[in-house]
């Protein structure tokens, strides 16, 4: 069965530093993966999907993250964090060929200034 | 994502009541799906419709039903509502073709709370 780990509960950056935010995942096959974001109060925004092609996707606000196959991560990253970038982050995968998506627990991101 | 709506929003009930999730989407969009949401549990998925006459259970549908009456319309089900029911929960819609394959949108959350 497909399943998705994000280790950290909580990670804390401050305003114009790196960030990451880590994913790995179980799934047979090749997986689609995705990262969602939730704001307070509000349903879960689409980020980025990997579907096949360059291991490197790139998303919305600037974010991108690195399929990275061997590993089975899938990594959130954003060069220069903003303070409007805290939130909930969700990772998601999907088998191939399939429309369910298998979420991970979720990671809080807060960016201090 | 103002394209697909939920009502109500938030919603206060007592334990054996009936009680029903509504959840309408502009996106035309044949795919619909149900979640829960619980602090440190992620998202996990209720029911699922392909189609209209296609519904399928999630991994956690017990104590759930839902009613899938037309395209845009997916409702969910409590017939008898318990605490641990306790939760929020989404509906998000997606499309099996084109840029957005195997996206989901999703609408606002209603927050249910069981007493």
Known sequence: AQS????????NVA??????????????G?????????????????????????????????????????????HLKKPSALVSDSALYFCAVSPTGFQKLVFGTGTRLLVSP | DADVTQTPR?????????????????????RMYWYRQDPGLGLRLIYYSFDVKDINKGE?????????????????????????????????TSDPSG?????????PGTRLTVL
């Open chain 1, 30 to 74: 090749n997986p689609y993966l995705f990262w969602y974001v939730q704001y307070p109060n509000r349903g879960l925004q689409f980020l980025l999907k990997y579907i096949t092609g360059d291991n490197l996707v790139k998303g919305s606000y600037g974010f991108e993250a690195e399929f990275n196959k061997s590993q089975t991560s899938f």
């Open chain 2, 60 to 92: 956690i549908s017990d104590g759930y039903s839902v009613s899938r009456q037309a395209q845009a319309k997916f409702s969910l089900s409590l017939e008898s509502a318990i605490p641990n029911q306790t939760a929020l929960y989404f509906c998000a």
């Open chain 2, 99 to 107: 840029t957005h394959y195997n996206e989901q949108f999703f609408g």
């Open chain 2, 10 to 30: 938030n919603r206060i009930t007592k334990t054996g009541k009936r009680i029903m999730l509504e959840c309408s989407q502009t996106k035309g969009h044949d």
């Open chain 1, 4 to 11: 998705v780990a994000q280790p950290e509960d909580q990670v």
């Open chain 1, 15 to 28: 305003e114009g530093n790196p960030l990451t935010v880590k994913c790995t995942y179980s799934v047979s």
